[in-house]
Structure formats: C-alpha cells, structure tokens
C-alpha cells in the first residue's frame, strides 16, 4: 500500500523558517518524481514545487523560488520542502504528492500557520 | 503562464443525477489535464489524467472529455461518496502547473 506521511507543520513567526518532511513507504521512491502541494484556508490546490527521482531536476512556484527548497533522501524514503522567509500567504495545508505531470498518490497534508 | 477557470463554483445535485463540470485553460493544453477529487480532511484523489484516462480504480460514471482550451468532467448517476470539490489541472510544457479553482458538487 502507497502511504505518504507528512510532517513537521507548526506555527511560525512571520521571516522564519521550517522543514516539512514527507515519508514515503509501497512504492519505488528513487525512481518518482515527488511534488509538494499547498492549499491555503478557504481557496484552492496550489502546485509549489516538484523533484525528479535523482534531485537534479526542480521546479518551483514563482512565489517560493528563492525561499523553499525541495530536496529528498532516496536512502530514506524521504521529501523535504525547506520554507525561509515565510509569509503570512504561506500559510496553509501542505501535501507531499507522488508524480510530475500528475499525482496519483497524496498525504494526508500537514498544516503551516504563519502568524505574529 | 496557463491560467485555468472552473465553471461553474458550486453545483447543486441530487443523489442519482448526472453533473456535469467545465475547465477552460487560457490557451491551448492539448489533452494535458488532470482531475481531481478532494473532499475535507482528505487526501485528494486523481480521478483523471489525459484528459479522458481514467485513474486506477476509478469508476466509469466518471468521464473526462476535450481538448485544447475547453474540457468536461461528467459524473453520470451521482452517488453519496461523489460530493466533493472537483479540480481540474493542466500539466502541458514544463512547471508551473495550475489547478482550476474548484467545483463544489453539493447535494440539492
């Protein structure tokens, strides 16, 4: 069974940062591609950023470019999403999601408040 | 970039009717468009990709169609499970990738 876990959600100080994680367990995680999706309060799904198998190939949202990195630990089954600089509009449910063009497999979604 | 518009916001069915949604993208994604089904406190789920291919496991009263700029899902004999908030997203070209704003498939 596909299981992807998040973690690492908490409520931060605007300009402060945060790792997410996300653990990956039923499927080959070296060979997918892997993408975090955000969903702020009341609005929509919101593509953030995606990975390729190797972590040599990433994309970014153009709000986050240059404050989020993704990477990934293929020895440990594991995403991360490292957020600097967070914004009050950061706020909001964070899934990991497994693929590139699109995602089959979703977490359940770890929350990210960003609030003074 | 590819903006994508839902239509309509919210839709209101009765259990055991047909719904029908539209995606517009603002220009041409060939058949590159995803659907989705998310419902509260749930991870959303892939209903279709390819525009008309649908996900492993999905049931058949769900069919997606279009291409291009203008695509439909339609979920035919509305079952309890079926409401939900329906996105569409495009994945044509290279990130980012947009999803529509969502479709509410409320029950009347």
């Known amino acids: 069974e596909v299981r992807l876990v998040e973690s690492g959600g908490d409520l931060v100080q605007p300009g402060g940062s945060l790792r997410l994680s996300c653990a990956a367990s039923?499927?080959?995680?070296?060979?997918?591609?892997m993408t975090w999706v955000r969903q702020a309060p009341g609005r929509g799904l919101e593509w953030v950023a995606t990975?390729?198998?190797?972590?040599?190939?990433?994309y970014y949202l153009d709000s986050v470019k240059d404050r989020f990195t993704i990477s990934r630990d293929n020895a440990k089954n594991s995403l991360y999403l490292q957020m600097e600089s967070l914004r009050a509009e950061d706020t909001g449910l964070y899934y990991c999601?497994?693929?590139?063009?699109?995602?089959?497999?979703w977490g359940q979604g770890i929350l990210l408040t960003v609030s003074s | 970039e590819i903006v994508m518009t839902q239509s309509p916001a919210t839709l209101s069915v009765s259990p055991g009717e047909g719904a029908t949604l539209s995606c517009r993208a603002s220009?041409?994604?060939?058949?590159?468009l995803a659907w989705y089904q998310h419902k509260a406190g749930q991870a959303p789920r892939l209903l279709i990709y390819?525009?008309?291919t649908r996900a492993t496991g999905i049931p058949d009263r769900f069919i997606g169609s279009g291409s291009g700029t203008e695509f439909t899902l339609a979920i035919s004999s509305l079952q309890s499970e079926d409401f939900a908030i329906y996105y569409c997203?495009?994945?044509?070209?290279?990130?980012?990738?947009?999803f529509g704003q969502g479709t509410n498939v409320d029950i009347k």
């Open positions: 999601a497994r693929g590139f063009h699109w995602f089959d497999y």
């Open positions: 039923g499927f080959i995680f070296s060979d997918s591609w």
């Open positions: 990975i390729n198998h190797a972590g040599n190939e990433i």
């Open positions: 220009q041409s994604i060939n058949n590159n």
């Open positions: 390819g525009a008309s």
């Open positions: 997203q495009h994945f044509d070209g290279r990130p980012p990738w947009a």
